[in-house]
């Protein structure tokens, strides 16, 4: 399944399905990208994240999109699991800036 | 032991009153936060400080006064509580300078009745 932001805020994916949440950005200034994870009741908690001389990281399961020409990042979850459900954010910074700004969010519900 | 804790975790005020928030952080880090989280998730900061000095304040009303005893401590004393203070506020921290996340807190959930 896959959203497209403020468009789509909740995603449903089927659980074993490969999630992509999307996010812009307004700051082309901006060279530091992260993704977050939001558990109800919780607070973000850091997934991965990307400096802007990159275009794709991975982590576990996780992998991250930057394209900067369109000021896009994406966050792909393979095989998504119960456990994924919850509220993602990306957040952007410029080096040395000490402040996040984050994106509106996008909730993920995992169907078993 | 939590990296980035505050206290409490909910509070429950009558508009017109005082209340504070404290955050302590046991990373080392030279950077601290406010943020405040609204009933539509979105995220905004409120205050940030490098070394106990206030390096950003973004255009929040001078009810909210951030203090900062030490590099570990970051509290938040709010003024004459209003119905729109109603919010989770969240406290981070990091290391600070070039390209280091934020760690938060649980959130402390604000309701003003």
């Known amino acids: 399944g896959e959203s497209v932001g403020l468009h789509l805020p909740t995603l449903s994916v089927q659980e074993g399905d490969n999630s992509i949440i999307n996010c812009a950005y307004s700051n082309s200034a901006s060279d530091y990208f992260i993704w977050y994870k939001q558990e109800s009741g919780k607070g973000p908690q850091f997934i991965i994240d990307?400096?802007?001389?990159?275009d794709k990281r991975q982590g576990q399961r996780v992998t991250v999109l930057l394209n900067k020409t369109v000021k896009h990042l994406s966050l792909q979850i393979a095989a998504t699991q119960p456990g994924d459900s919850a509220v993602y954010f990306c957040?952007?910074?410029?080096?040395?800036?000490?402040?996040?700004?984050f994106g509106s969010g996008t909730k993920l519900n995992v169907k078993p | 032991d939590t990296a980035v804790s505050q206290t409490p975790k909910y509070l429950v005020t009558q508009m017109g009153n005082d209340k504070s928030i404290k955050c302590e952080q046991n990373?080392?880090?030279?950077?601290m936060y406010w943020y405040k989280q609204d009933s539509k998730k979105f995220l905004k900061i409120m205050f940030s400080y490098n070394n106990k000095e206030l390096i950003i304040n973004e255009t929040v009303p001078n009810r909210f006064s951030p203090k900062s005893p030490d590099k570990a401590h970051l509290n938040l004393h709010i003024n004459s509580l209003e119905l729109g203070d109603s919010a989770v506020y969240f406290c981070?921290?990091?290391?600070?300078?070039?390209?280091?996340?934020?760690?938060f807190g649980q959130g402390t959930r604000l309701t003003v009745v």
């Open positions: 990307i400096r802007s001389n990159m």
């Open positions: 957040a952007e910074t410029r080096y040395n800036f000490n402040k996040f700004y």
């Open positions: 990373l080392g880090h030279d950077t």
């Open positions: 981070a921290s990091s290391q600070g300078g070039k390209n280091t996340e934020a760690f």
